[in-house]
C-alpha cells in the first residue's frame, strides 16, 4: 500500500520499517534514484553544462499560499533546494536523475505541525519521524520538553542523511514558581521561574543549549514574564506562549510572537474581566498546597463558564485587536474534542495501524474510553473556539496550524490534517488553511524567505497530492509522494 524510503545514517544500509503491516518496501534512497534515472534525458548541450538535478516533477499544478494554483509547471530539485520552477511549455525538457510525472497532480510546500511534544510519550519517539513524513509533515515545531530527553533526539532528526522532518524546539515550558508539568500527576515538561533572575539565568541556559525560540507558560507571575520576554528578545529567540493567568491576553499576547490553544483568550474577551482576573491572581499566590496542575485546572473549570456566560463583544473587539501581530496556533482539533469523534473517521483505524505495534492497542483503548466519555464533555470551549477564530482571521490575525500531537488522542500526522479541516470550518478558505501550515510557522521561526513555498532558492520540502485541496481541503489527505530535504522519502503505491 505504501512505501517508504529509509536511510540508516550511520551505515547507509536499508532501514527497516517502523510500521507492522501492509505492502511496505523499504529500499534504500540510493536504489530508487537508480532505478528511475533513465527516465530522464540530458536535452541539450548548455543544460548539461547546468547541474543536473536530483529530482524534476513535470506537469504538475503548483498550489502555495502565494500564488494559489499555477497549472503545468516543472520543478527541478538539486541537494535540498528547489532550483526552478518553470511552465511546462516554456521550461526544456528536465535533466534529472530521477522524474516524477505530475500530471493530474497538485504540489504543495511541506506541510507543518506547529504545537506537538515528540517526548512526551516515550513509546511513540521512535516511530515519530516516519509518522510525521508518511502524512506530508516535513516540519514541527516541539514546543515543550525536557532538554535531557530533546537534545539526543533532536541530535539524531537532524544527523546528515537522516530521514526525519526538520525539528525546531523550545526544551521546557517556562513556568511560574508552581509548575503545571512538574512529573508528579503529568510528565515532568516544564520548570520553575520563581523569580526575574531565575528567568534570565534559564534564558540564557536554553540560548547555551541551542533552542530555537522558548515557551512560557500559565503561572508565571506578570514580572517574571517580563523578564522573560526581554531576556527572549535579547538573545533573539521567538517567544510561544501560553497567556499567562495573571495576566491578560490583550497585555501579554503583543510581546509574543506566538500564543497556543487560544488559552485563557476567552477570559479577556468577558465584561468581568478585571474581577476574574484579580480572582485568578488570588488563587495562584495562595497556592498552598495544591498541585501546578490542579490549581490551573480549578481554575480553567471556573472562570471559563463565567467568561463565556459574560461575554462581551466590545472586549473582545479589543482583546482581538491587540492580537494582530502574534500567531494564534488555535489546536482545534483539541479544543473542538468534546464535538468531535476523531475516530468515527474512514481513515481512522488506518492511521492507528502505522503506530508502533506496542502503542496500537493502548490508543485503541483509550479512544473507546474517550468515546464514552464525550457525550457528558461540556462543548461551549469548542464551540467558542470555532466561532473565535474566525473572527481572530477575519480581523486580519495570523494563524498557525498545530496539534499538540501525542497529546489529546492526537496521532503524529494524522492529527494536522484534522485540524486543516478545522481551521476551514472555523472560516479560513482551504489556500488559508495551507498558508496555516506552510508560511505562518516558517515566519515564526524565521525561515520564510527560504521556507514555506515553491519558489526557486526555497528548500525542498514538497508534498505531491492526488486531489486538489483547494476543492476541499481532506484532499491533503490524498498524498501521493513526500519530499523531504529534496529527497523522495516517501510513496504511495496506489
Ligand atoms: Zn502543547
Redesign the pocket.
Known amino acids: 500500500m505504501h512505501r517508504l524510503n529509509t536511510i540508516d545514517p550511520n551505515t547507509s544500509n536499508v532501514a527497516v520499517p517502523l510500521w507492522g503491516r501492509g505492502l511496505i518496501i523499504a529500499l534504500s534512497l540510493a536504489v530508487s534514484l537508480t532505478l528511475s534515472g533513465c527516465q530522464a534525458p540530458i536535452a541539450d548541450a548548455a543544460l548539461a553544462r547546468a547541474q543536473t538535478a536530483d529530482l524534476a516533477i513535470t506537469n504538475v499544478t503548483l498550489v502555495d499560499a502565494a500564488d494559489g494554483a499555477r497549472s503545468n509547471y516543472n520543478v527541478l530539485i538539486l541537494d535540498d533546494k528547489i532550483i526552478s520552477v518553470e511552465p511546462s511549455s516554456t521550461a526544456t525538457a528536465p535533466a534529472a536523475r530521477q522524474t516524477i510525472d505530475g500530471s493530474g497532480k497538485y504540489l504543495i510546500p511541506g506541510l507543518w505541525d506547529m504545537?506537538?511534544?515528540i517526548t512526551y510519550e516515550p513509546e511513540l519517539t521512535n516511530a515519530m519521524p516516519e509518522l510525521f513524513l508518511s502524512w506530508g509533515i516535513t516540519s514541527v515545531r516541539d514546543?515543550?520538553g525536557l532538554l535531557p530527553a530533546l537534545l539526543p533526539e533532536v541530535q539524531k532528526w537532524r544527523a546528515a542523511n537522516a530521514v526525519a522532518p526538520r525539528i525546531f524546539f523550545s526544551g521546557p515550558l517556562l513556568d511560574g514558581g508552581t509548575v503545571v508539568y512538574n512529573g508528579d500527576a503529568v510528565p515532568e515538561i516544564g520548570t520553575a521561574n520563581p523569580t526575574p533572575d531565575s528567568a534570565r539565568a534559564n534564558i540564557a541556559r536554553l540560548q547555551a543549549a541551542g533552542v530555537d525560540f522558548v515557551k512560557t507558560y500559565e503561572l508565571v507571575e506578570p514580572d517574571v514574564f517580563k523578564a522573560l520576554v526581554s531576556a527572549a528578545r535579547e538573545a533573539n529567540l521567538p517567544i510561544a506562549s501560553h497567556v499567562p493567568l495573571m495576566m491578560t491576553a490583550r497585555e501579554a499576547g503583543p510581546l509574543v510572537d506566538s500564543m497556543?490553544?487560544l488559552r485563557n483568550i476567552e477570559l479577556d474577551c468577558s465584561a468581568d474581566t478585571a474581577t476574574l482576573l484579580a480572582d485568578r491572581r488570588q488563587k495562584i499566590l495562595n497556592p498552598g498546597a495544591t498541585p501546578g496542575i490542579t490549581l490551573r485546572g480549578g481554575i480553567h473549570a471556573d472562570q471559563r463558564p463565567q467568561a463565556l456566560a459574560s461575554f462581551d463583544v466590545e472586549e473582545c473587539s479589543a482583546v482581538i485587536a491587540a492580537l494582530r501581530n502574534t500567531i494564534q496556533v488555535p489546536?482545534l482539533r483539541l479544543n473542538t474534542s468534546a464535538l468531535y469523534q476523531p475516530f468515527d473517521r474512514s481513515d481512522w483505524r488506518d492511521a492507528i495501524a502505522r503506530l508502533p505495534l506496542d502503542s496500537q492497542s493502548r490508543w485503541l483503548t483509550q479512544s473507546e474510553t474517550w468515546a464514552k466519555r464525550r457525550p457528558s464533555l461540556p462543548t461551549a470551549n469548542g464551540e467558542f473556539s470555532l466561532e473565535l477564530v474566525g473572527k481572530l482571521h477575519a480581523a486580519g490575525v495570523p494563524i498557525g496550524a498545530g496539534t499538540?500531537t501525542p497529546?489529546g488522542s492526537a496521532l503524529p500526522g494524522y492529527s494536522l490534517h484534522t485540524e486543516l479541516e478545522r481551521l476551514v470550518e472555523a472560516g479560513l478558505s482551504e489556500l488559508d488553511a495551507l498558508q496555516a501550515a506552510t508560511v505562518q510557522p516558517a515566519r515564526f521561526v524565521r525561515k520564510d524567505s527560504t521556507m514555506g513555498l515553491i519558489v526557486e532558492g526555497y528548500i525542498a520540502d514538497l508534498v505531491l497530492l492526488e486531489r486538489n485541496p483547494l476543492e476541499d481541503i481532506r484532499n491533503t489527505r490524498s498524498i501521493n509522494t513526500v519530499i523531504s530535504k529534496g529527497r523522495s522519502v516517501w510513496q504511495s503505491s496506489e
Open positions: 504545537h506537538v511534544h514546543t515543550g497556543e490553544h489546536t499538540d497529546i
